[in-house]
């Protein structure tokens, strides 16, 4: 069945911050703190084995550098955070000040990396979606704490996970034929250095617009394309 990963993922995501949100009082905030630490930790650790994996460092650096100049020229960041304080204030949270910061932050883990692409690709083509079970596994244990932690905003990149992943996985078979395996380690090690970006951010140590990288993820495969031999 076409798509069954994504709508697994996306329940997972769902229960896991709906029982975050349970479960958060009863949890005190030095404990919250140190296991979103603890997940920071591990993000940076996948971001760079991710990143280690390029054949040739120019391409994922470049790549993420130009991405960087037509994310900010789109300003990606800005208006992914202009919906989380558009859902806010429908939804009667003006003074929740960690709900967007909770929907940006979970909506950039959960919805970039080599799971995403690869397990779309396997949802789209109509295997068994193995990938994004596993996938589903830790992002319900990460939104779990998200929110106990953020709150709402963790729940709301449960739609976040329902458009990208449906959308690659829509496209699945077309990116399986298309994309050549040299083009998707690249991929993996543009995505690699905004996960490695995300890591930084839940550590508290940088305040990174990740959002302006996204698209050099598209920038990577073209880049390969134009100039790898």
Request: proline share 3%; charged share 15%.
């Amino acid at each position: 069945m076409r798509g069954l990963g994504t709508v697994v993922n996306v329940a997972a995501v769902l229960v896991g911050s709906c029982l975050g949100m349970l479960v958060g009082r009863r949890i005190p905030p030095r404990v919250k703190e140190s296991v979103v630490a603890a997940i920071g930790l591990a993000t940076v650790v996948i971001g760079v084995s991710d990143a280690l994996g390029t054949r040739n460092m120019v391409f994922p650096l470049a790549a993420t550098a130009l991405g960087a100049v037509v994310g900010e020229a789109l300003r990606i960041d800005g208006r992914l955070a202009s919906i989380g304080d558009s859902v806010k204030r429908r939804i009667g949270r003006q003074g929740d000040d960690r709900f967007t910061e909770g929907f940006v932050t979970a909506t950039l883990l959960f919805c970039i990396g080599p799971l995403t692409i690869l397990g779309g690709i396997e949802d789209g083509t109509g295997h068994v979606p193995r990938l994004y079970f596993v996938k589903s596994a830790l992002d319900g244990t990460m939104s779990l704490v998200f929110g106990s932690q953020f709150g709402p905003g963790a729940a709301l990149s449960a739609v976040s996970v329902l458009v990208v992943q449906g959308g690659i996985a829509a496209c699945g078979s077309v990116l399986d034929r298309v994309l050549t395996e040299r083009q998707t380690v690249e991929l993996f090690a543009t995505g690699g250095l905004a996960v490695v970006a995300i890591g930084l951010n839940l550590l508290g140590v940088a305040k990174i617009r990740v959002a302006s990288f996204l698209p050099g993820l598209i920038i990577a495969p073209v880049l390969v394309a134009v100039f790898a031999r």
